[in-house]
């Protein structure tokens, strides 16, 4: 029997797993003093503000935090005085803030799981959290010199943090969350994506691959399907979360052995309150007929090993092992 990690680079490379890579099971998450630096830790029906100064909230029953970026609580109002306004939360701790999150790296067994680090909020989420939405997609058109500026500093401050992440636990693979588009389209169209996203995120995922990384895992639980020339160019190795609108065995079909597809079961229609085991069977098996078994893990869109709604997680993990029992027994 191959070990977790072997069973996922059999899959992701279209040669001979021995099952489905189950979900999140292959990632073994890190914790980190930058990450906790520049979140906002709530629970449901608190507010606060993150490390960059954006006002949060996690309204009960939602499945996370939300910014609060429109009106009032809109923290750059101007982007030609995004210098004056933002400020980056620290990536430099001292030794004795670390221990705490060495000590718990050290629980995580890499011979069976990949030593995950995360990165929330990424480069378009922190710019819309920053500004709002509407200002920031006017912005893009009517003041692209600022945006170039403002995204060359947050790039900056994420590879400054990646080193730092890097150099204290040592992990082999990145989950990175970014959303780049609704459940219908992405949110630039390809030319603009390519002109303001991607150069960040070649800087950004060429830093964590050129020091030890062996796997980025990008989280867009949205349409990206016009995105995937970008995706490629950009080496991400598993695209976490893309809906169903995406036409997963189309994409599999053309991108698969350049990047594979954690997904297959969106949360909106799975993850309810009146979920059920039969509809999460039924999905999972059209999922399967249609999409085959190459290149894809089958998961929740959600991202994170979690859901909304109390044992979805936990029973889509039971029937994915059942499936396995089925496609590779």
Not at 47 to 69: A, D, H, Y
Not at 128 to 150: C, K, Q, R, V, W
Not at 220 to 239: E, G, H, T
């Given at each position: 029997m191959l070990t977790i990690k072997e069973n996922l680079w059999e899959t992701i490379r279209g040669q001979s797993p021995d099952r489905f890579v189950n979900q999140y099971?292959?990632?073994?998450?890190?914790?980190?003093?930058?990450?906790?630096?520049?979140?906002?830790?709530?629970?449901?029906?608190?507010?606060?503000?993150?490390?960059?100064?954006?006002?949060?909230?996690?309204?009960?029953?939602t499945p996370g935090q939300f910014p609060l970026c429109e009106g009032e609580d809109k923290l750059l109002k101007d982007i030609t005085r995004w210098k004056e306004v933002i400020k980056a939360p620290?990536?430099?701790?001292?030794?004795?803030?670390?221990?705490?999150?060495?000590?718990?790296?050290?629980?995580?067994?890499?011979?069976?799981?990949?030593?995950?680090?995360?990165?929330?909020?990424?480069?378009?989420?922190?710019l819309h959290s920053l500004m709002g939405m509407e200002d920031?997609?006017?912005?893009?058109?009517?003041?692209?010199?600022?945006?170039?500026?403002?995204?060359?500093?947050?790039?900056?401050?994420?590879?400054?943090?990646?080193?730092?992440?890097?150099?204290?636990?040592?992990?082999?693979?990145?989950?990175?969350?970014?959303?780049?588009?609704?459940?219908?389209?992405?949110?630039?169209?390809?030319?603009?994506?390519?002109?303001?996203?991607?150069?960040?995120?070649?800087?950004?995922?060429?830093?964590?691959?050129?020091?030890?990384?062996?796997?980025?895992v990008h989280h867009s639980d949205s349409y990206v399907a016009n995105l995937f020339p970008n995706i490629v160019r950009m080496k991400i190795d598993i695209l976490?979360?893309?809906?169903?609108?995406?036409?997963?065995?189309?994409?599999?079909?053309?991108?698969?052995?350049?990047?594979s597809i954690m997904a297959g079961l969106d949360n909106g229609k799975y993850d309810k309150p009146d979920w059920s085991r039969e509809e999460i069977h039924a999905g999972l098996k059209e999922l399967f007929e249609t999409a085959g078994t190459r290149y894809l893990i089958p998961c929740l869109t959600m991202g994170g090993p979690e859901s909304t709604y109390p044992g979805v997680y936990e029973t889509v993990t039971e029937e994915i092992d059942e499936f396995s029992k089925v496609y590779f027994g």
């Amino acid at each position: 029997m191959l070990t977790i990690k072997e069973n996922l680079w059999e899959t992701i490379r279209g040669q001979s797993p021995d099952r489905f890579v189950n979900q999140y099971s292959f990632m073994g998450f890190l914790s980190d003093p930058v990450r906790k630096a520049a979140g906002c830790a709530l629970k449901q029906g608190e507010e606060g503000r993150n490390g960059w100064g954006v006002k949060i909230c996690f309204p009960e029953g939602t499945p996370g935090q939300f910014p609060l970026c429109e009106g009032e609580d809109k923290l750059l109002k101007d982007i030609t005085r995004w210098k004056e306004v933002i400020k980056a939360p620290p990536t430099q701790f001292s030794s004795s803030q670390w221990e705490p999150y060495l000590k718990e790296a050290g629980s995580v067994d890499r011979n069976q799981v990949f030593a995950t680090a995360y990165v929330g909020n990424g480069i378009f989420e922190k710019l819309h959290s920053l500004m709002g939405m509407e200002d920031t997609m006017i912005n893009f058109y009517e003041e692209p010199e600022a945006m170039h500026d403002l995204i060359d500093y947050l790039t900056q401050w994420e590879i400054q943090g990646a080193k730092e992440v890097i150099s204290h636990l040592h992990p082999e693979a990145l989950f990175h969350h970014d959303d780049w588009g609704s459940q219908r389209s992405s949110f630039l169209s390809p030319a603009m994506f390519e002109e303001f996203i991607e150069p960040a995120y070649q800087k950004i995922y060429g830093f964590w691959k050129e020091n030890g990384v062996k796997l980025i895992v990008h989280h867009s639980d949205s349409y990206v399907a016009n995105l995937f020339p970008n995706i490629v160019r950009m080496k991400i190795d598993i695209l976490q979360g893309a809906v169903w609108e995406n036409d997963i065995p189309k994409l599999i079909q053309e991108y698969g052995g350049k990047v594979s597809i954690m997904a297959g079961l969106d949360n909106g229609k799975y993850d309810k309150p009146d979920w059920s085991r039969e509809e999460i069977h039924a999905g999972l098996k059209e999922l399967f007929e249609t999409a085959g078994t190459r290149y894809l893990i089958p998961c929740l869109t959600m991202g994170g090993p979690e859901s909304t709604y109390p044992g979805v997680y936990e029973t889509v993990t039971e029937e994915i092992d059942e499936f396995s029992k089925v496609y590779f027994g």
